[in-house]
């Protein structure tokens, strides 16, 4: 079997990863990938909003990396993207950071809920603490959606992140599940199977396999992520990944150029 392209991978450049691109790529020639892409944690407006992306200054420094880790591994298809926080009001600043660079995709991830809590935030845990979790997975879902809805992106990142610590509602979340598909499909988005929830307490990929069966139905797209922060995580329990696309009922997944997209095989 050949592993689907890993799409979701950082650099140091965003202060929490390890692992020059040059040195992701060459883990995924070892595993025998043969696409990857980049997707590092986009700058903000402002560089002090948090500590953990890149500043929009290093926007060109992390764009020769990658074509660094192109020149060292000519085998390998290396693309080029961006995760990219989505904040309500922060639509202009995105649409500038599409126009910096030929991007192949972007990604748009809902990490915060307010402008100051991002829920996946180990240093943030006790915000949890404060609230019902049906409150955060219904704000989280309703800035989801949003972002599906906002046109800016190619991709959905990590769709059920607010399970990341097992902080799960008691209550149905479907509608809020749905909602975001419906956009989803409406507005021509990917999502990705995120296998970063295998390594997180909640021991799950992103999104559900209840999500992952109904994005199915309603052909939704996918992608495959590992969110690499280091280089032994390329392509982790993509195997896995894998075995869940297809019994959900997936049989092609996406890859992108130039923001266009391009359905392949799913290989068995
Ligand atoms: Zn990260
Ligand atoms: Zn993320």
């Avoid at 130039?258 to 068995?268: A, C, G, L």
Wanted: hydrophobic content about 40%.
């Amino acid at each position: 079997m050949s592993l689907p392209p890993d799409y979701h991978m950082h650099t140091p450049l965003c202060r929490h990863a390890v692992g020059e691109p040059a040195q992701l790529a060459a883990q995924a020639v070892r595993l025998g990938l043969k696409e990857i892409g980049f997707s590092d944690h986009s700058p903000m407006p402002r560089d002090d909003f948090d500590e953990w992306r890149m500043r929009a200054d290093q926007l060109d420094e992390y764009v020769a990396q990658v074509e660094q880790a192109r020149r060292e591994h000519p085998g390998l298809v290396i693309k080029l993207a961006l995760e990219v926080d989505y904040l309500p009001g922060g639509e202009d600043w995105i649409r500038d950071l599409a126009g910096r660079h030929s991007w192949d995709y972007l990604i748009g991830a809902v990490h915060y809920v307010s402008d100051s809590w991002a829920i996946d935030s180990p240093a943030k845990i006790s915000e949890w603490k404060n609230r019902q979790p049906m409150e955060v997975w219904t704000a989280y879902f309703e800035r989801l959606t949003m972002a599906a809805e906002s046109g800016l992106f190619d991709i959905i990142a990590h769709a059920d992140l607010p399970k990341k610590f097992g902080f799960y509602p008691k209550e149905d979340c479907t509608a809020l599940f749905n909602r975001f598909l419906e956009a989803a499909k409406k507005h021509g988005l990917a999502i990705e199977l995120n296998t970063a929830g295998l390594r997180k307490d909640c021991k799950e990929i992103y999104p559900s396999p209840k999500i992952v069966r109904r994005a199915a139905e309603l052909g939704v797209p996918i992608t495959f992520a590992s969110d690499a922060h280091a280089p032994e995580e390329v392509g982790m329990n993509f195997a896995e990944a894998v075995q869940l696309a297809r019994s959900a009922g997936y049989k092609e997944s996406c890859r992108f150029a130039k923001r266009r997209r391009e359905m392949v095989k799913i290989d068995s």
